[in-house]
């Protein structure tokens, strides 16, 4: 049997149609999503559901045949597991217990306790490695440790990022501790979902943007680049996606910094300057604007072609810049879809 086509592309083989997924496939935007969330009751009991976790990862492959699932959990589930209060406020988004002092970080708990909160999750990877079509690639995933830190400082979510910028200038011990604490969390956690099954893990630094200069180097690129020799250490072979979202020109490089198989872009980056300046180094994902799910028509089918196109001289896996947002029109990736497969 050929191998699967992500697994080719994270292998570095340019394929003449790319495959496809896109990040939050598993969302609101789907109706039968909404109802199996309305069957969990709350979105935490709906990621510790592994039956109804499952359910909602295979529900996008289902409609659409993408060639990649994604498992359906969340990136701060590893903050709950060492100790945090996590909490989502209905249309507020996430809210957990602050860290801004060392006593708050003394009272997490040691990274081998995560698996107590966490082994539902390593269950729905079991499911779906199971029940998964055999062409379709399932990806684990965690947060890089800068963005996770950046909700567990401020306690929320925040446009700039602010408390966490402020930890690491005021107290560099504290913060540098937090850090060493989800490096090593993130290598059990991910070191466990492919033990149950996941072929490939994504690391997911959604605020990297935030950190400039030497500070991106320290708390973006080097958390990142000690996981990935982790992993490739107990797992030889493990393709790994990194996404410093909004990187940048931090972008250039980052693959061969890491250890990283394909980097996934942003789509404030063009796709012409990220063939040129990122994929010479290798697999790139990425990178429509999630607005074109919105607002659809010709341009939709005009920009999926234009990246498609860009990024046809090498090794490439077509996604979103960022998730597809609840108002997207289900509609309108079958569109996208059409687009690139023809
Ligand atoms: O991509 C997928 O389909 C897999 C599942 C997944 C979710 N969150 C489910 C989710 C993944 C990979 C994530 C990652 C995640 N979570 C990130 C990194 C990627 C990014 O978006 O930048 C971040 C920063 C989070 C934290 C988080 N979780 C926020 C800020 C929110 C609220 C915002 C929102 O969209 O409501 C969530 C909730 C969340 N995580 C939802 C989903 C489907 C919506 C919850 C719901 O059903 O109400």
Redesign the pocket.
């Known amino acids: 049997m050929p191998d699967k086509t992500i697994l080719r592309a994270l292998r570095g083989e340019r394929q003449p149609i790319p495959p496809v997924w896109m990040?939050?496939?598993?969302?609101?935007y789907l109706p039968e999503?909404r109802a199996t969330?309305a069957q969990a009751g709350d979105?935490l009991s709906?990621c510790y559901t592994p039956e109804l976790a499952a359910e909602v990862t295979l529900q996008p492959i289902r409609r659409y045949g993408f060639d990649a699932a994604?498992?359906?959990?969340?990136?701060?589930l590893i903050a709950q597991a060492l100790g945090a209060d996590l909490w989502?406020a209905q249309g507020e988004?996430?809210r957990l217990s602050t860290i801004t002092t060392p006593a708050d970080l003394a009272r997490l708990k040691p990274v081998d306790a995560i698996d107590e909160v966490l082994s539902p999750v390593y269950e729905t990877v079991r499911i779906l490695s199971r029940e998964l079509p055999r062409e379709t690639t399932l990806i684990g995933?965690a947060?890089a440790p800068w963005?996770v830190a950046t909700?567990m400082i401020a306690g929320r979510?925040t446009p700039d990022q602010g408390p966490a910028h402020a930890l690491r200038e005021a107290d560099p011990a504290t913060f540098d501790a937090l850090i060493d604490l989800l490096v090593s969390a993130t290598i059990e956690y991910l070191s466990a979902q492919v033990s149950a099954g996941a072929e490939v893990v994504k690391l997911?630094d959604?605020w990297a943007g935030s950190l400039k200069g030497e500070a991106f180097t320290r708390y973006a690129l080097e958390p990142t680049r000690r996981i990935i020799a982790a992993l490739k250490e107990r797992y030889p072979g493990l393709p790994i996606i990194a996404f410093p979202?909004e990187a940048g020109q931090g972008y250039v490089g980052f693959a061969k910094a890491t250890g990283a198989d394909c980097v996934a872009l942003d789509n404030s980056v063009s796709a012409d300057w990220a063939a040129a300046n990122v994929q010479v180094d290798g697999c790139v994902q990425g990178n429509l604007a999630p607005g074109y799910m919105v607002t659809g028509g010709d341009e939709l089918v005009a920009e999926t072609k234009r990246i498609v196109q860009a990024f046809s001289g090498g090794p490439h896996i077509f996604n979103l810049g960022?998730?597809i947002t609840?108002d997207a029109d289900p509609d309108n990736v079958q569109r996208m879809l059409d687009a690139i497969r023809g």
């Not at 990040?23 to 609101?28: E, H, L, P």
């Open positions: 990040m939050r496939q598993a969302g609101r999503y969330r979105f709906l994604i498992l359906f959990a969340d990136i701060l989502f988004g996430p995933f947060g963005t909700y979510g997911f959604s979202r960022h998730g609840p």
